[in-house]
């Protein structure tokens, strides 16, 4: 079946950085389209990020523009989110999900447990 | 950027009743238009997309409907399991992919 299962988050000061890791199970990985969406506490869910299924594109919310980037790499199966310059509205759980259908952008069918990240000093 | 906007904010119903939700797009979305159902400390769980098609293992109870700027997710027959925050999500332009602000649906 299919897994997804985030790592990587913590309690940070703000201006530093954090990586998220994405591992995934149970589908060709390398013929999605991946995404983070994240969810502030107690607040609506958020997009983040997007990259092809094959790496070759992506793309960002604007408050993160800059800041954040997304990678992956398919030989490990793995999806990555590189955080910089954290700010206290990033305080999140950042989930990461896949498209319903391969090499599409779209809905998110799959979604990981989520891993929290809290900016504060 | 477009808005969705979800109406109620709380769904109150008696088990066994008909729930309806509704999704309004501040411009056209065809039929780029997703549902999920969030619980506490969960992650979402995608229930509807392509505004009408249930995802995989979805009960038929759970059914959208609607194209352009309305929306609606019904719930034919309310169970306690339903209680949930419903979302929105429109996939047709972007960046930035946006979802609404939630309907939460308590079960009476």
């Known amino acids: 079946q299919v897994q997804l299962v985030e790592s990587g988050g913590g309690v940070v000061q703000p201006g530093r950085s954090l990586r998220l890791s994405c591992v995934s199970s149970g589908f060709t990985f390398s013929s999605y389209g991946m995404h983070w969406v994240r969810q502030a506490p107690g607040k609506g869910l958020e997009w983040v990020a997007v990259i092809w299924y094959d790496g070759s594109n992506e793309n960002y919310v604007d408050s993160v523009k800059g800041r954040f980037t997304i990678s992956r790499d398919n030989s490990k199966n793995a999806l990555y989110l590189q955080m910089n310059s954290l700010r206290a509205e990033d305080t999140a759980v950042y989930y990461c999900?896949?498209?319903?259908?391969?090499?599409?952008?779209?809905?998110?069918?799959?979604w990981g447990q989520g891993t929290p990240v809290t900016v504060s000093s | 950027e477009i808005v969705l906007t979800q109406s109620p904010a709380t769904l109150s119903v008696s088990p066994g009743e008909r729930g309806t939700l509704s999704c309004r797009a501040s411009?056209?979305?065809?039929?780029?238009l997703a549902w999920y159902q969030q619980k506490p400390g969960q992650a979402p769980r995608l229930l509807i997309y392509?505004?009408?098609t249930r995802a995989t293992g979805i009960p038929a109870r759970f059914s959208g409907s609607g194209s352009g700027t309305e929306f609606t997710l019904t719930i034919s027959s309310l169970q306690s399991e339903d209680s949930a925050i419903y979302y929105c999500?429109?996939?047709?332009?972007?960046?930035?992919?946006?979802f609404g602000g939630g309907t939460k649906v308590e079960i009476k």
């Open positions: 411009q056209s979305v065809s039929s780029n």
């Open positions: 392509g505004a009408s």
């Open positions: 999500q429109q996939y047709v332009n972007w960046p930035p992919l946006t």
């Open positions: 999900a896949r498209d319903v259908a391969p090499a599409a952008i779209g809905s998110f069918e799959y």
